[in-house]
């Protein structure tokens, strides 16, 4: 299998997605590889400048009334029942300020075709006026079967990075939070997930909000960039 599954930064939507292409200027809406997933009560918009020195970036918010099924994503198809799975993305949330323990909604998901499982991530107020980033994924080890936790937002752009390898009874997950030292993740856990049969699709934006988000920040946009997935090395930035 190639180490790079391949690099999708939304900065170079307007050339096939490819890291490495030169961009005349932002795309209106997201182009392929990415599709818009249909967004449900939500917008998402490419917007200028990018998160770390890139032209472009992906704006997503949540529309006033929407319900807990609301999303406004983009969604990347490219995997293949993938057993090793990387990804890397940027996230800025400053707009959404003064959180509580009520707001919460989706980032990002990664999926299984056959189980629907996989790996989700969320943001909610830790009530203390901050924001953390939880995760959660299947573990038939654990009592609950799933495996989850959280690690703080700092303010301003973050760089998010996580792996699934070897998808099975002993996958191996490691998470780095604005971390760019491949052998000290924040977070190493051994899972048993065996029941999600490989990674087959990426879902990035804002999804599934928490009626306490929906009255907080009906509207207010949280900003996506860098988005990339790999099967094997390390990504970085």
């Avoid at 096939?16 to 009560?41: E, H, I, K, L, T």
């Avoid at 899972?191 to 490989?198: C, E, L, Q, R």
Wanted: proline residues 5%; charged residues 10%; glycine residues 12%.
């Amino acid at each position: 299998m190639n180490a790079k599954m391949k690099v999708l930064a939304l900065a170079l939507l307007g050339l096939a997605g490819y890291a490495g292409s030169a961009v005349a200027g932002c795309p209106s809406s997201p182009v392929p590889p990415w599709s818009v997933n249909s967004p449900f009560q939500g917008v998402t918009t490419i917007a200028s400048p990018g998160l770390d020195g890139t032209p472009c970036r992906l704006d997503s918010a949540i529309s006033a009334g929407a319900s807990g099924f609301a999303s406004a994503q983009v969604e990347d198809d490219t995997p293949t029942a993938e057993v090793n799975y990387r990804a890397q993305f940027m996230l800025n949330i400053d707009a959404l300020a003064a959180p509580t323990l009520i707001t919460v909604a989706n980032v990002f998901s990664a999926t299984s075709a056959g189980s629907g499982t996989g790996i989700n991530f969320s943001i909610f107020g830790d009530g203390g006026g901050g924001w953390r980033l939880s995760y959660v994924m299947v573990d038939s080890g654990d009592p609950s079967g799933f495996f989850s936790g959280s690690v703080p937002l700092a303010a301003g752009s973050q760089h998010i990075e996580f792996a699934l390898m070897s998808i099975g009874a002993s996958s191996a997950f490691s998470l780095w939070n604005n971390n760019n030292v491949e052998g000290s993740p924040d977070i190493t856990h051994t899972v048993n997930n065996t029941s999600v049969a490989g990674i087959d699709s990426a879902f990035l934006g804002l999804a599934a909000p928490s009626d306490g988000f929906v009255s907080t920040y009906a509207g207010t946009a949280a900003q996506f960039d860098r988005f990339d997935s790999r099967r094997t090395t390390f990504i970085g930035f």
